[in-house]
């Protein structure tokens, strides 16, 4: 029984001995490690400061995106305000001009028929004021025929005009696009922003500073695909989903059979019956 | 011809607009989202929509979808014109009914021939 009992010591004896001889191998270690914490510490610190600043400055970046955004609309419209202008301004002219071109025509028919009754009075006897009158009068029609070969050019350039303004109309869909570009970032950033907010809410960091919230100006729908592409690419591609849907054939039965049905009155009182 | 011309972008409302009286339509009234554009349908003449797909409120497909599936609207013609290009962008568009689709930037000419396909059909 003795000889149990100091069996059994001599084991703790030895579990103690493993025991200091583990601590006198781990204590570096340990020591190691606080020293290393405690460098960290700072370095951690500084990560914290900035991601903080980081986190801060977001909605100001994102604001600046959406002052882009309002300001491009701002002068959008100016350039379709102006555009409608040159648009209507094009209208008069071309009204102007197609009344001028009608008095040209109508101011030929009268001076042929003041050259009739001139003719007509003065008879075949005077023959050189007739021959006078014939000269002027061509000298007259050849006028008259540049002016109407003038007007073919003008027209001709106003239709360049117009043409070229409506195109210039059309590349601004560009800022429609690019308001979509911008607000895809702009939800990009608002969702980096939140994370890093919920990391420094979670340690606490940087004290009681708070970081401001991103200031989204209402319900912005956007495609965050959208992109400016001139080329016919995706248009024919839609045409070609649209060709092979037989939609271009469709008439409004087609249409109307498709639309969702009232149930009829057996097919409810069916419906019932199996219950 | 009435058309109404549903985008909560102002200048694409513009643009549009100016598209179509390009081309010889003159009667045009616009709303800015889907649920602005159903209360127009109600009180206002329409014969032709053109509605884009990314909208607040109402989108373009679920606007589509109502117009469908009223009973005293659910034939008017409906004409897609959004930046949406992919094809499964189309697909659904298709799947919600719209008569035709045009992908955004467009043209006055692609415009013209759209309606004229969707009129054709009618």
């Given at each position: 029984m003795e000889l149990e009992n100091d069996g059994g010591i001599l084991d703790k004896i030895n579990e103690l001995r493993a025991l200091f001889i583990f601590g006198q191998r781990v204590i570096p270690f340990l020591e190691e490690l606080f020293y290393f914490v405690n460098d960290m510490a700072p370095i951690l610190e500084e990560i914290n400061s900035s991601i903080y600043e980081s986190t801060r400055r977001i909605p100001r970046a994102s604001s600046q995106l959406s002052k882009v955004t309002e300001e491009t609309e701002v002068a959008t419209k100016e350039i379709l305000d102006n555009l409608d202008g040159v648009l209507g301004k094009l209208d008069k002219i071309d009204a102007n001009f197609h009344n001028a071109v009608a008095d040209l025509t109508n101011l030929q028919a009268l001076d042929d028929e003041m050259s009739t009754i001139v003719r007509r009075s003065l008879g075949p006897n005077k023959l050189k004021a007739l021959n006078e009158i014939s000269a002027i009068q061509e000298r007259k029609r050849s006028h008259i025929a540049a002016l109407r070969s003038n007007a073919a050019g003008l027209e001709k350039n106003l239709k360049l005009i117009r043409r070229s303004s409506n195109d210039i109309m059309m590349s601004l869909q560009v800022q429609d696009i690019t308001a979509q570009q911008i607000a895809s970032v702009n939800h990009l950033i608002q969702s980096v922003q939140e994370r890093l907010s919920g990391i420094i809410d979670r340690f606490k960091m940087s004290g009681d500073q708070v970081v401001d919230k991103i200031d989204v100006n209402g319900d912005v729908a956007f495609d965050p695909l959208a992109v400016y592409d001139r080329s016919d690419k995706r248009q024919k591609t839609a045409d070609e989903i649209i060709n092979k849907s037989n939609l271009?054939?469709?008439?409004p039965d087609t249409l109307r059979h498709q639309a969702p049905n009232p149930a009829s009155q057996d097919e409810i009182d069916r419906l019932f019956r199996k219950g | 011809m009435k058309f109404l011309v549903v985008d909560d972008s102002q200048t694409m409302r513009r643009i549009v607009n100016n598209a179509l009286k390009s081309i010889g339509y003159d009667e045009i009234i616009e709303a800015e989202d889907g649920k602005d554009a159903m209360a127009k349908l109600y009180i206002e003449n329409v014969n032709f929509v053109i509605t884009d797909w990314n909208?607040?409120?109402?989108n373009g497909l679920e606007f589509t979808k109502a117009v469908r599936a009223?009973?005293?609207?659910?034939n008017m013609p409906i004409l897609m014109v959004t930046t949406r290009g992919m094809k499964e962008d189309v697909m659904e568009a298709l799947q919600a009914r719209v008569n035709n689709y045009v992908v955004k930037p467009f043209t006055p000419q692609v415009l013209k021939e759209k309606i004229e396909q969707i009129m054709k059909t009618l």
């Open positions: 271009g054939k469709r008439n | 909208m607040p409120v109402m009223d009973e005293q609207f659910g």
